[in-house]
């Protein structure tokens, strides 16, 4: 499968504490993507790192990238339990196909 | 700005029936593209229109099928339905692919076939 790898599966943190989750994939990238997903519902963009960059910070978010690995991270500092979802990376790969490639997920849980 | 808007939120199919699902791209955004999401398989991508040709195809059946129109609004259709089928089904647009800007996503279809 093409699919990328995430861990962990899953997470439980306590408010305030900070949460990483870890992302590999298989293939050469243009970028590298994190959405988050509430519920079952739609995914919502957070941030976009490219091939180029190492790492990219957006308010509490902060990603790194390392393509000679073939892996990223997500950071999320300062939890809130409002940050309680399924995280995903998606690679939007070099071929000139225009598609995401999405990890397994990591289920965050944050409690207050 | 409206978002991607998809419809029916929620659907109940027998299987052996087709289905056909909507979705409105944010307005000037040219590219759809189409994702199944099950438990099993995780997020999988089933196509990308873009000015209303189909550009990509990803690895499903050819009961799976889809269109854009020129006002960059698609359906994606599923005949004879399977019970693995059952999925949620998203929809995401982008303006340009490629120029490094992220997919926005609607809020899905749940489809469930009995």
């Known amino acids: 499968s093409q699919q990328g790898e995430e861990d962990p599966q899953a997470l439980s943190i306590q408010e305030g504490e900070n949460a990483t989750m870890n992302c590999s994939y298989k293939?050469?990238?243009?970028?590298l993507q994190w959405y988050r997903q509430n519920s079952g519902r739609g995914l919502v963009h957070l941030i976009l790192?490219?091939?180029?960059?190492r790492e990219k910070h957006s308010g509490r978010l902060r990603v790194t990238l390392d393509t000679s690995k073939k892996s990223s991270s997500l950071l999320i500092t300062a939890s809130r339990a409002a940050d309680t979802a399924s995280y995903f990376c998606?690679?939007?790969?070099?071929?000139?196909?225009?598609?995401?490639?999405f990890g397994t997920g990591t289920r965050l849980l944050v409690s207050p | 700005k409206a978002g991607v808007t998809q419809t029916p939120r929620y659907l109940i199919k027998t299987r052996g029936q087709q289905v056909t699902l909507s979705c409105s791209p944010i307005s000037g955004h040219r590219s759809v593209s189409w994702y199944q999401q099950t438990p099993g398989q995780g997020l999988q991508f089933l196509f990308e229109?873009?000015?209303?040709?189909?550009?990509n195809k990803g690895n499903f059946p050819g009961r799976f099928s889809g269109r854009q129109f020129s006002n960059s609004r698609s359906e994606m259709n599923v005949s004879t339905l399977e019970l693995g089928d059952s999925a949620l089904y998203l929809c995401a647009s982008i303006n340009n692919p490629g120029t490094g800007d992220g997919y926005t996503f609607g809020s899905g279809t749940r489809l469930t076939v009995v």
């Open positions: 293939t050469s990238i243009n970028n």
């Open positions: 229109y873009f000015s209303e040709t189909q550009r």
């Open positions: 998606a690679t939007d790969a070099r071929t000139g196909f225009q598609k995401l490639v």
């Open positions: 790192i490219r091939s180029n960059e």
